[in-house]
């Protein structure tokens, strides 16, 4: 038996920019002087490491999305632009990892509720495990987006021709981008093809660029927060009752 285990977490305490909680929103507060079985210090322990990465995801979303706004993503400087796209990646794989290993812990929950006997504190801690995960996974699917976003940005810039290119192409075919422009000796009525073709992939001067598109992934991600929250908040009101027997 152990005498005293503490909980160390407070998801309503999120890094995230939110809305204020409504006066009926739980909040998770820390439990202390709980008369504890090993069953019961497990449990606190995968919540805790769950909850913890949870919160700490919260903290990495909101620097994701303050570098998405701030950072300039069509600066010229190739080395600079390189270095601030590789701090995204870096943001998007912490956000992922961090989604997992807390996923990890709520399928420990799971299988610990499936084992517990008082079907009450089973349900609640298996309801706590699946509100804490959908917050997780949700914060998962922003990572993968993230990751999205930055494999566009890639195959947007490997596609672009150099200015080696450009000068190569308009010795061969009189213009610096063939893909987008016709050779000058090209006649449609005589070679019988149309005048007009859509833009191949990464060379229409209409799409809109890296540095517009990071400013509405962060107000697309920014619109995400509201519902990550309330799993949270929700995740806090079956604290309690799961550790009803502790």
């Known amino acids: 038996m152990l005498d005293r285990m503490v909980l160390v977490a407070a998801l309503t ?47 990495v979303i909101s620097q994701t999305i303050t570098t998405l706004r701030l950072t300039n993503l069509d600066d010229s400087n190739d080395i600079r632009r390189r270095n601030n796209l590789n701090a ?47 917050a997780l996974w949700s914060q998962q699917k922003i990572a993968r987006d993230m990751n999205g976003f930055l494999a566009y940005v890639d195959f947007h810039d490997m ?23 016709n050779p000058p000796e090209f006649n449609p009525a005589r070679d019988g093809q149309p005048g007009w073709r859509p833009a191949a992939l990464g060379h229409d001067a209409t799409d809109p660029t890296p540095g517009q598109q990071a400013k509405w992934a962060a107000d697309d991600f920014q619109k995400r927060i509201p519902d990550i929250v309330i799993d949270e908040n929700h995740a806090a009101a079956h604290v309690e009752p799961a550790l009803s027997g502790c």
């Open 159 to 181: 596609s672009q021709f150099s200015e080696a290119d450009q000068n190569m192409n308009s010795a061969v075919f009189g213009v610096k981008d063939p893909l987008v422009q």
């Open 13 to 59: 305490a999120s890094a995230l920019p939110s809305p204020a909680p409504s006066p009926q929103a739980p909040a998770l507060k820390t439990i202390a002087s709980v008369r504890a079985s090993m069953r019961c210090a497990d449990i606190i322990t995968h919540a805790n490491s769950a909850i913890d990465k949870t919160l700490n995801n919260d903290a």
């Open 88 to 134: 995204l990646g870096d943001l998007a794989k912490t956000l992922m990892q961090q989604a997992r290993s807390g996923d990890d812990e709520v399928k420990r929950l799971r299988a610990m509720a499936k084992q517990t006997k008082d079907s009450d504190a089973a349900k609640a801690l298996a309801d706590f495990a699946n509100e804490l995960g959908g």
